[in-house]
């Protein structure tokens, strides 16, 4: 069984930074990419940012302000630097991992985390 953990959300204030983390764990072959979302109050669950091959995708919203990377230290683990917040980055961010792992044989996943909650005060 896969899972996602995401860490690192908290109470802000506008201006501020934070780092998320997401690590995946569960007999994991192979990470080949690496996603955030987030879902403000009212609002459809946006991409952020995503990594995978190398290339690196952001929301024109947060382009300048974000940074996506692969954890060097601590494996299939990635993080979102996030810089100079704004009230409007308020929302429930969302850890997407996908690859494969091992079972018997070899198998893709596709798996989310339950996501954490980023809160910028103005």
């Known amino acids: 069984q896969v899972l996602v953990v995401e860490s690192g959300g908290g109470l802000v204030q506008a201006g501020g930074s934070l780092t998320l983390s997401c690590t995946v764990s569960?007999?994991?072959?192979?990470?080949?990419?690496m996603a955030w979302s987030r879902q403000g109050p009212g609002n459809q669950r946006e991409l952020v940012a995503s990594?995978?091959?190398?290339?690196?995708?952001y929301a024109e919203s947060v382009k300048g302000r974000f940074t996506i990377s692969r954890d060097n230290t601590a494996k299939n683990t990635v993080n979102l630097q996030m810089n100079s917040l704004k009230s409007e980055d308020t929302a429930t961010y969302y850890c997407?991992?996908?690859?494969?792992?091992?079972?018997?044989?070899?198998?893709?996943?596709?798996?989310w985390g339950q996501g954490t909650q980023v809160t910028v005060s103005s």
């Open positions: 997407n991992m996908k690859g494969v792992r091992y079972t018997d044989h070899l198998l893709d996943f596709d798996s």
């Open positions: 569960g007999s994991i072959f192979r990470v080949d990419a």
């Open positions: 990594l995978s091959g190398g290339s690196t995708y």
